[in-house]
């Protein structure tokens, strides 16, 4: 097919930033070759986008900003939108894994993010089965099957880019996200800076962001005047004590599937296609950076859709 501005050269991906540590492009395994039809299913701004991202090397910056400043043709609204129309088309899927601590380390909890990036379309099945652990047997299926003209050829090794923007803190991003569960205990940028400290000294003690977000909005009053004041009054009355004895690592890494444009965690089963119950009844378009734009009805099917993601998390965790 035809690509809108198709004489728009695609960015080298030599200069595309990289993303922190932890964070980033993570190809699938079991692709087809390249051809010249890999993305002719697609709307011409996805498919756009689907070329762009595929020449892009491990571990590249994958967030709406980057990508919208990397390429010439589409700003950051129209590519968290071609992202949702990836997830959808089994593309792509945001993934979030919590890993053992390091080396050296008792306790403690990380989190590393990654885009899982297919050039082959997959089912949501296939998906669930890769991002469980199970890789075998996930090679057959392909949606949809595309004819393949030419073999890929071979890539020469990416050299160094810049470092991309820092990412938030799983503390920063923890709090940012209190107004999403209950807007009485919306915090601003300013706040969730001064309260990042006292948020990661309970990560630090071996408390999940679910476990924290739980105890900050659990029995709120009815008026809250000062959020930031009321947050901060129960991330110190609250404080856990430090665990006795070091936590053992989990015999397995805990994988969660994100929302491709909200970021809502939660098994792959409660995220067809990639997306969450709340961004397939709104087709996909509301983001994170625009929040006043949400209509009511909006953010409480959002809240309603972490509420469960997080029950199900929990039980997940007390069976294992």
């Given at each position: 097919m035809a690509y809108e501005n198709s004489n728009a050269a695609l960015p080298s991906r030599a200069v595309h930033p990289m993303a922190k540590p932890g964070y980033g492009k993570r190809s699938a395994p079991d692709q087809l070759p390249s051809g010249a039809?890999?993305?002719a299913h697609l709307p011409a701004r996805a498919a756009y986008l689907a070329s762009f991202i595929d020449r892009l090397g491990e571990n590249a910056a994958m967030d709406a900003k980057t990508l919208a400043k990397a390429q010439p043709l589409y700003g950051q609204q129209a590519v968290r939108s071609a992202l949702n129309e990836l997830g959808?088309?089994?593309h792509l899927r945001r993934v979030r894994r919590r890993v053992a601590p390091d080396d050296g380390a008792a306790t403690g909890t990380r989190w590393v993010f990654h885009t899982y990036w297919?050039?082959?379309?997959?089912d949501d099945e296939w998906w669930a089965r890769l991002l469980g652990g199970d890789t075998s047997g996930v090679t057959p299926e392909v949606t949809p099957e595309v004819p393949h003209s030419?073999?890929?050829?071979?890539?020469p090794a990416p050299t160094p880019a810049p470092r991309g923007e820092a990412h938030p803190s799983l503390a920063y991003d923890t709090l940012a996200r209190l107004g999403l569960h209950d807007?009485?205990?919306a915090l601003s940028s300013a706040d969730c800076?001064?309260?990042e400290g006292p948020a990661a000294q309970w990560l630090e003690r071996g408390v999940t962001p679910e476990r924290l977000t739980q105890v900050l909005v659990a029995g709120l009053p009815e008026q809250v005047r000062s959020p930031r004041g009321f947050v901060q009054r129960r991330l110190i009355?609250?404080?856990?004590?430090?665990p006795p004895f070091p936590t053992a690592p989990p015999a397995a890494p805990c994988t969660l599937m994100e929302c491709t444009d909200y970021r809502v965690p939660g098994r792959p089963e409660a995220?067809?296609?990639?997306?969450?119950?709340?961004?397939?009844s709104t087709g996909g378009t509301t983001s994170p950076e625009q929040p006043n734009q949400m209509q009511p009805a909006a953010v409480h099917a959002r809240a309603a859709e972490v509420r469960a993601s997080m029950r199900a998390h929990s039980q997940f965790v007390q069976i294992h």
């Open positions: 039809d890999d993305f959808e088309a089994g297919s050039r082959t379309a997959r030419a073999p890929a050829e071979e890539a807007p009485r205990l800076t001064v309260l009355e609250k404080l856990p004590p430090e995220l067809p296609g990639g997306l969450c119950r709340a961004c397939r």
